[in-house]
């Protein structure tokens, strides 16, 4: 048996990416941390219908599930980006239950379609001087019963169980949470920027409370067309010369690997400028509305999150460090995967994915005082196979 293996089961955490599938489970390891038990990672078909493609990655999922090592058949997935609308609204100091209804009215001329069709639930970001008073800024997740519904008959259809339905920025920021952070504290303020391949999506919170998302129109797309247009490659040799750039000649000397590059960092240089544009444009908005402090350092995931050169573009817009998501580094595996993944250390492609896994891990003890209330979960099926899907939400401790 594994030094890390433990008897109790934790949901597969699955994250459907714009053209891979990457899922995870984990398991209680020294000292109680998650580690990774087994994860497999495959490219999918490509369906532009969120749902479908959620389909169609869970049936190969359901498919290759004894192969890869998995042992429980509960999955929590995110609900796509196209699916979940998140709004900002301010309000007046009130009781939470007068909240939703406040909100509700705030945002009902701005989403297409009824709101009694949805549903929508509430996240406190922090109180914003404004007034002798002061007022509340407000996160509103909003996704259709419909859409729900669907999702969560997709993965049952697929002979998975549907555990949760989680939201991503709360996945992203569960990943720095759910490990201890030397010299950081239950209000520590952390910074997250998810490099997408159409957008990238920025989360800032504190502990467990999300405090700002906002999605950012610049994705490694772009990056990948600017160094295709300047080495005349494809779209794939672009991506592989971008994030490896010294492997794309086996035969290619010391010089012209150096030289190779400089011009993909030139190459990226204003598209890479402008993301850090918008992200620092998204830290002074944070830190000018709350007045509070600064987050320290830019943790960046997502498969384009090892670039180099985009690091450094970041680093110099937001004049934080750029570094990678410590929990990457800390998740050590004990076995091989289904996928072909060797045991080892996880990258930053894989941070979506391992947040849904850590789900039902509490906060590591840097985080156990954190106050306030998790973002809750927007549907909850039971363990009946999705019968009874679309039901009302958690309370609670319901992101973690």
């Known amino acids: 048996m594994s030094f890390f293996k433990s008897h109790k089961q934790f949901p597969v955490g699955i994250d459907i990416g714009t053209s891979r599938v990457r899922a995870i489970q984990l398991s209680q390891g020294p000292l109680g941390l ?44 995110a609900v796509p980006r196209s699916v979940l609308i998140i709004k900002s609204v301010r309000l007046p100091h009130m009781p939470q239950d007068e909240l939703e209804a406040a909100a509700r009215l705030e945002v009902a001329e701005s989403i297409p379609f009824p709101l009694d069709e949805a549903q929508i639930r509430c996240v406190t970001a922090g109180e914003v ?29 697929a002979g998975l169980i549907p555990a949760s339905l989680d939201v991503e920025p709360a996945a992203l920021l569960r990943t720095v949470t759910r490990y201890p952070q030397r010299g950081l504290g239950a209000k520590a303020i952390h910074a997250l920027l998810d490099v997408g391949a159409c957008s990238s999506r920025m989360v800032i919170g504190q502990g467990d409370d999300i405090g700002f998302v906002k999605t950012l129109d610049v994705g490694a797309d772009r990056l990948n067309d600017a160094v295709a247009r300047r080495l005349d490659l494809s779209a794939e040799e672009a991506a592989h ?18 030289s190779l590059n400089l011009v993909v960092r030139d190459a990226i240089r204003p598209i890479g400028e402008e993301l850090g544009r918008l992200a620092a444009m998204c830290l002074r908005y944070h830190s000018v509305t709350f007045r509070g402090p600064r987050p320290e350092r830019l943790l960046v995931s997502g498969a384009n999150g090892s670039d180099a050169a985009l690091r450094q573009c970041l680093a110099t817009a937001t004049g934080l460090e750029v570094v990678g998501n410590p929990a990457m580094d800390r998740a050590l595996t004990g076995v091989p995967d289904g996928g072909g993944i060797p045991a080892g250390l996880i990258g930053p492609a894989w941070a979506a994915a391992m947040g849904l896994a850590l789900r039902r891990f509490a906060p590591a003890k840097a985080y156990a005082n954190a106050s306030g209330l998790e973002v809750p979960m927007l549907a909850t099926v039971p363990a009946d196979g999705g019968r009874t899907v679309g039901a009302t939400a958690g309370t609670g401790a319901a992101h973690g």
Do not use: M
Request: aromatic share 4%.
């Open 34 to 77: 998650p580690v990774t038990s087994t994860r497999l990672e495959f490219q999918h078909a490509g369906l532009k219908d969120p749902v479908e493609l959620t389909a169609d990655a869970c049936r190969t999922l359901a498919a290759r599930w004894k192969e890869a090592g998995f042992t429980s058949r509960e999955v929590t997935v």
């Open 129 to 157: 001087r404004q007034g002798p008073e002061g007022v509340l800024e407000v996160l509103v997740l909003i996704a259709r019963n419909e859409d729900l519904h669907r999702l969560t008959a997709a993965i049952h259809y």
């Open 241 to 258: 010369a971008r994030l490896t750039p010294r492997q794309i000649s086996s035969s290619a000397s010391e010089a012209d690997d150096a």
